[in-house]
């Protein structure tokens, strides 16, 4: 463990002077070790310096899925600057808007992302990685391998990972490296991460569930292996890659491995001893087949925004039970947690209230956005001391056995002729149907009117949608029956594995 740490890139050396010669990442492409990309990362720190880039300002990564993310990522950290995660699948014109709201001067990417570069490309924008400019072997051939003498502080920032969240206005989520140092300590502590350990890091670097795989890894001194897109469009080879690798530790939304479970992949895998799923519910009976299907690996879920990196975790050892929500569990070490009702005031236990976080993995705010960041925190006085805790915008209670339960979103509340409905309470109802895999619940609106709409996955065979309407009649009240019900091949989803509910609202707008 690299316990004496205070800043994310000290990771890395501790790393190299402790484990030269150990995987520090590796992928299907390649492997580097601790040593080399400690060395690496010295040489583009020393390279981003001579190209004016100081300490606080915002550099871009677009790199999708191997080690040159791990190059990029610790590169930027040792100059003080600032790592600003671009997705290589958003459209230019959101890549380019990010690069502004950030005064981006820098991005780092590779020959395979010149399409979208050449659409970014601007003046002022300087690129390492592109066919036009700069290449990596440039950088490893000509630049000092030394260390930078750089003073960099826990309270600086150290990324920034941009969310549309529920609400589809693009956030710049600011973590510092104190922030991001925590999660890494505290996600270690929790699930015994050794040296010894293999953690299978799924998310792309602006998704933040990869921070375990790039923070969490170096924390303890042990292996990433960075899954590829192809190995995760191709389940096959995903579950190859994982026996092959000897991963221990797999992380990722509940979508992936609901896709190998009706896949029908042996799950069975020797090595893996812990997933983690978090990002959204997974119903509970296919949490009890994952369970089944693969006897050997404890299960956590995990909950926590990526403006909170993770606050609650709930181990899953036995069958759980299928009427019910799994929990998402109890608050991690130095966290607090509040539970409010529209009142601003503590709720019952058993009582739905919003779910406050007050965390030492919790961020600064958003980068840039006044308005957000006086709607995204609440303040209150204990002993004397002010605390200030994360508004997160989801519903939960406490249940009888003291666990928060998930109970929705409160940016998902809608009201159907005058009447409140949760959509997520509905999707739950939906979801326990056998006759339904999937379900989402969205409104568009005709003649200025609101109306309730779900879209539905079978679970084979096709939908009789009117025998469907009759169940839900006399499940739910009136209220909340879906208006329209629409049959689909399969659900739309963003980038994160998460459904992409304004897509259905476009889709079905008419």
Avoid at 8 to 33: C, R, Y
Avoid at 266 to 292: C, M, Q, T
Avoid at 319 to 337: A, M, Q
Wanted: proline share 5%; hydrophobic share 35%.
């Amino acid at each position: 463990m690299n316990s004496k740490s205070t800043i994310l890139s000290e990771l890395l050396t501790a790393g190299a002077q402790k484990n030269p010669d150990k995987v520090a990442f590796k992928s299907s492409s390649g492997q580097i070790t601790y040593s080399d990309l400690d060395r690496k990362t010295n040489q583009i720190a020393h390279w981003l310096i001579a190209n004016n880039v100081k300490k606080g300002e915002r550099v871009g990564i677009l790199i999708e899925k191997n080690i040159y993310t791990a190059y990029g990522l610790y590169g930027i950290l040792k100059t003080g600057a600032v790592i600003v995660a671009l997705d290589p699948a958003q459209p230019a014109h959101k890549l380019k808007a990010i690069i502004e709201d950030c005064g981006i001067k820098v991005v780092l990417s590779i020959p395979a992302h010149q399409r979208i570069l050449d659409q970014i490309a601007g003046p002022n924008l300087l690129e390492l990685g592109s066919n036009l400019e700069i290449s990596w072997e440039q950088v490893f051939a000509g630049y000092s391998t030394k260390p930078l003498n750089t003073s960099i502080h826990p309270t600086d920032n150290a990324y920034i990972i941009y969310t549309s969240g529920s609400t589809g206005e693009p956030k710049g989520i600011v973590h510092t490296h104190e922030s991001g140092l925590a999660y890494a300590r505290q996600s270690s502590k929790l699930y015994e991460v050794t040296e010894d350990d293999v953690i299978g890091n799924v998310a792309s670097l602006h998704f933040d569930q990869s921070t375990f795989g790039y923070f969490s890894a170096m924390y303890a001194c042990c292996t990433a292996y960075i899954f590829s897109q192809s190995e995760l469009i191709m389940l096959g080879s995903f579950c190859e890659a994982i026996r092959e690798n000897e991963i221990t530790i797999l992380y990722s939304v509940p979508s992936l491995f609901i896709s190998l479970i009706r896949g029908g992949f042996d799950l069975d895998f020797p090595s893996v001893r812990w997933i983690k799923y978090g990002g959204e519910s997974f119903p509970p009976a296919l949490v009890n087949e994952l369970l089944r299907r693969a006897p050997r690996a404890r299960l956590s879920n995990v909950y926590g925004p990526a403006e909170v990196n993770q606050c609650t975790f709930f181990t899953i050892e036995h069958p759980v039970n299928e009427k019910k929500e799994v929990p998402i569990g109890k608050i991690w070490d130095n966290t607090e947690f509040l539970l409010l009702g529209s009142d601003s005031k503590p709720v019952s236990k058993g009582e739905k209230g919003e779910l406050l976080i007050s965390s030492v993995t919790m961020m600064t705010g958003y980068w840039n956005n006044d308005r957000l960041n006086s709607k995204a925190f609440h303040y209150e006085t204990i002993n004397g001391k002010e605390r200030r805790y994360y508004r997160t915008g989801d519903q939960a209670y406490l249940n009888e056995d003291n666990d928060l339960v998930f109970a929705g979103r409160i940016d998902r509340m809608v009201k159907i002729n005058g009447y409140r409905v949760e959509l997520g309470s509905v999707e739950h109802s939906l979801i326990q149907l056998p006759e339904i895999k999937d379900a989402a619940v969205f409104t568009t609106t005709k003649d200025g009117v609101k109306e309730l709409c779900a879209a539905l996955v079978s679970n084979g065979e096709p939908m009789d949608i009117k025998a469907l309407k009759k169940k839900l009649m006399k499940m739910l009240p009136k209220q909340n029956v879906p208006k329209h019900l629409f049959e689909m091949p399969s659900m739309p989803h963003s980038d994160n594995g998460k459904v992409h509910y304004r897509e259905l609202e476009k889709q079905f707008s008419n």
